[in-house]
Each structure stands twice: as C-alpha cells, then as structure tokens.
C-alpha cells in the first residue's frame, strides 16, 4: 500500500489556552483525594496547568478521604503524582512548591455526616484568604456512593442549592447502572445542585480528536455534504485495548464492557459523528443536537439483540510477547462468570441524513492492538471505467479519525499507479497532530477540568442524554440475562470473537483491522 503524506511547511503552534485562564477564586475539593483516579489523573492534571499558567490567582486543593494522614503527608503524595504522572516533565519545583502550599486534606468517612460538616468549616477557614470561591466539588469515588456523597453533601449545606452561590458537581461514568438508577440519580443531583451546576465528565469528550470531529465535520466545506446516506456506505467505531481489566474485578464483574464503554464513550463518538450541524458553538446548542442523534438510534430489542450483537470473553493468550491469563483467571472473577469484555453491535439510526446506514461500533479488553478510532466508508462508484483487470481489489474512500493513540486524521483514495498501464492502488494521505502542531497537546482532563472551572459544560454531558443512552443499553442487558445471545470467546492478543465479522452485513464490509 502507498502512502501519501500531508505535511505542513512549518509546524502550527500549539492552541493558545491562556485566553481560558479562570478570573474568580476556585476552591476545588476532591473525594477520594487518594484514590488511583486522583493519583493518575486530577493531580497531575492541576499540576500541568498550574506550569501553563491555567489556574486563577484564587486557587486552592482540598483533599478528602477515608485514609488518615495530615497535610504534609498528602502535599508528598501530590507530589508524588506530579513527578510521576504529569504530561510535562521535568517537573519545575517552583510552580510544584507553589501549587503544594495551596493543598490541604481532611480524613472524611462518606458514611458519617459529622464529616461533612467538619469540611464545610475547612472549606470556610481556606476560602477566607481566597475571597468568595467557586466550590468545584470532584468525585473521585466509586460510583456506589455518589448519592451519599450529595445526601451528605446537602444536608451539609455544602450543596449548589443551599452552599455557596457557585458551587458545582463533578461525577465520573457511570452515570448510574440502568435507565432507572440512571434517573433517580439524576433526581437527586438536580434537587441538590441544579442541573446547571451538574458536571457529568466523561474524558473522552475532551479529547483533542474527538473535540476534532466537530471542527472537521463543520469548517470543511469538502466534507460535510458528503456526511450523508447517498455517499456513507457504513461507519465503524472501534475502541481496542490490551490491557485486562487491572484489578478492578468488584468494578467489571458488575459492569462488563457495554455498561462501560458502549453506554458513555462509544455512544458519545456516535452522537457526534451523526449530529446534524448545531445552530451555535454552545452547551446548549451542540448538546440538543447529541440528544436528537441518540434518539433515533433503533432500540435493540428481543431477537434483534441476538442478530445485531456479539458478546465474548477474553481466553488465556499472549498480548505482544506476555503470556496473559483469561478473565475468569483473574483474581476477584467468579469462575463461571458470564460478564462480557469484548462486544461488537450494529445500530441503525432512523433519521433522513443517516436512514440505511449501518452504525457498527465494537470495544474490548486483551485485544491485539491499543487504539481508538472512527471510520467513515463511502459507498463504491457506480461504474468503473478502467475494467476489474485495472482494480482486482479495489477499497472504498474512507476517513479515518484516530483518536488514540496517534491521533490523527487518514483519508484514504484509489490513485494510478506509476507504471505504463492503468492500474489502480490504494493511497493514504495522513494527518498526525505530532506532526503538523508544536507541543503534545492538553491532556483530555486539563482541557475538562479548565471548562469546569470556567463553567462551561459544552463538554459534559447532560441528564437527557444519560438517559438516552441507557435507554439504548437496558434492552440489550435484559436479553443478554437470559442467555442470549451465547457468550463467546477470544484468545487474549487476538482481534476478537469471530462472530463480530458477521455484523458487517455487505459482501464487501470489513472491520478495519487491528
């Protein structure tokens, strides 16, 4: 295959994100400060825009959790953190040691609201010197107690409806487990906080391609008349990863890979990929837009479940050289588990720009290759003038959006070949960010974590799109309960069951290879 690469004539410069720099005092408090998600993610993430200068003047770290330790001992875990996990290396200590002195920690059992109001009286005691903040509340936590953290929480006073007049609420994915949790918890984030001041994060919108697709879809003027059903002949979706699931087996065991990749990012991509153009760059406009597209995607429901899905199980194999066990192999996996790591669905979106065209989306754990990505196929020309001699495998144009981990942009076209006949190849012309910007980029939580401070939620995700989503998983969960369709397996370092192939249907539609 040949390869046809865009290149600029100099590098871009890195976005300029200085101009998004918060202006009020932001107090931001962390539950579950110690936990692997603070430790790998928030931490360092603060660290990072502290040295680009992203942070207010204003600006101070509370840290909560059940572990008992005193202030010193958490400022050495934050910097901890920085030295091990920030995006920007080597560490300059002056920003650190500055960022240390703003870093504060309370032991806090979720479970004992004496605790909660002890916080509100350090929240009050650290805000003093800062001037009114706003209380960016994060929780680092297990999903499980979410709701006992806002309970507490408003009944502490320290809510968005009853605390301070800016305080907001950020929840990690899940959202819930059903439809029906899903709901309920959004009820009750509502009466705390106000849905306006509900932060749902899922980092996978603030990554730079995904962000990306909205950009290319709507200022190429080349492409977007073609983002229709008269040129799309299917879209595929993938997210391959090969790691297992890392110790977190309590946490698997209960979800599996629809509850959590398909029902949030997965279905995130989908909406913005077939999202109709949004009349404005806002929270409101772009988001009613993701809801309409989840919408009109078909449930799945009864035998179509068995037709348009796959579910499977990573077996004992080798990932690159390492010999792997299966999942029900791992430590905390019930022997005869039936929860799915790998599943592959084919959807149908039953609206005038996407009608007939298939939606295929796959995700799994221990599969051979790490990445993310979305492809656009078109439709193969009607007639071909050059003769099956001249094109024996001729490909159809795709788009490819790589959204890890080189991300980048493929478009991918049939060219003449350099030789005296007619002979048609297949050729790529490739955008890499690395290539074409200065700089690595924002990391997807910097960039998030930047919007929330300035209260811009254009990123997160609403209540009514949550439910939409979940409306789309429960009918699927509920005929997989019942046994069906069979759940399969794949070597651990393969591309997966064999049966996600059929979903393709088209003699000529493949996955994109891993």
């Known amino acids: 295959m040949a390869a046809a690469t865009a290149a600029a004539a100099e590098p871009l410069p890195a976005r300029a994100l200085s101009r998004y720099r918060p202006s009020e005092p932001v ?22 825009l502290a040295v680009q200068g992203l942070l207010p003047d204003g600006f101070a770290v509370v840290g909560a959790a059940r572990e008992e330790m005193g202030r010193e001992e958490f400022r050495a875990l934050v910097g901890r953190a920085a030295r091990e996990r920030a995006r920007l290396q080597p ?20 479970a004992d609201q004496r605790d909660f109001r002890r916080l509100g009286c350090l929240l009050e005691d650290v805000e003093r010197p800062l001037g009114a903040a706003c209380r960016i509340f994060y929780c680092a936590t297990p999903p499980a107690v979410f709701s006992v953290i806002v309970e507490h929480m408003e009944s502490a006073r320290l809510a968005g409806r009853h605390g301070v007049e800016c305080g907001r609420i950020v929840i990690e994915k899940p959202f819930g487990y059903s439809l029906a949790s899903a709901r309920e918890l959004n009820a009750l984030l509502a009466r705390a906080f106000g849905e306006d001041r509900v932060y749902r994060i899922d980092h996978y919108l603030g990554k730079e391609t995904v962000q990306n697709i909205v950009a290319f879809r709507f200022v190429n003027s080349i492409f ?10 299917n879209v595929q979706i993938t997210v391959a990863e090969q790691i297992g699931i890392e ?29 109709e153009p949004p009349v404005a760059f806002d929270q409101v406009a772009l988001r009613d837009e993701k809801v309409k597209v989840l919408r009109a995607v078909a449930p799945l429901t009864g035998e179509a479940v068995d037709r348009q899905t796959v579910r499977a199980q990573y077996e004992a194999g080798s990932v690159g050289d390492l010999p792997v066990p299966g999942y029900r192999q791992e430590p905390g996996v019930a022997a ?54 001249a094109i024996p495998d001729l490909e159809p144009n795709s788009i490819v959006l790589r959204i890890q981990p080189d991300e980048g942009i493929a478009l991918r076209f049939g060219a003449k070949t350099p030789d005296l006949g007619m002979q048609i190849g297949t050729v790529d012309m490739d955008f890499a960010y690395g290539r074409s910007f200065e700089g690595t980029g924002a990391d997807a939580y910097e960039r998030l974590l930047v919007d929330c401070m300035l209260g811009d939620p254009t990123y997160f995700v609403r209540a009514d799109e949550v439910e939409a989503s979940w409306a789309l998983i429960d009918p699927i969960e509920e005929r997989w309960a019942s046994g069906r369709p069979v759940l399969g397996g794949y070597p651990a370092g393969s591309r997966g069951p064999g049966e996600a192939d059929d979903l393709l249907a088209g003699e000529r539609r493949r996955w994109r290879g891993l």
Do not use: C
């Open 91 to 110: 560490v300059d200590e002056p920003v650190l040691g500055d960022l240390l002195g703003r870093v504060h920690y309370l032991p806090l059992d979720l």
């Open 336 to 389: 005869d588990s039936q929860t799915e790591t790998f599943v592959a669905l084919r959807l149908a979106i039953d609206n005038w720009r996407w009608a007939g065209v298939p939606f295929s989306l796959r995700t799994g754990k221990r599969l051979a290759r790490r990445v993310s990505e979305v492809r656009i196929e078109f439709k193969l020309p009607p007639h071909v003038a050059f003769g099956p001699q």
């Open 27 to 48: 107090l931001f408090v962390i539950f579950g400060a110690t936990g692997d998600l603070s430790r790998r993610k928030l931490l360092p993430a603060l660290y990072d």
């Open 224 to 233: 977007e008349p073609l983002w229709t059903r008269q040129n799309v002949d």
């Open 247 to 275: 110790g977190r087996a309590a946490y698997y065991e209960r979800a599996g890979a629809l509850r959590d990749m398909v029902q949030n990012h997965l279905l995130q991509v989908l909406a913005l990929v077939a999202m």
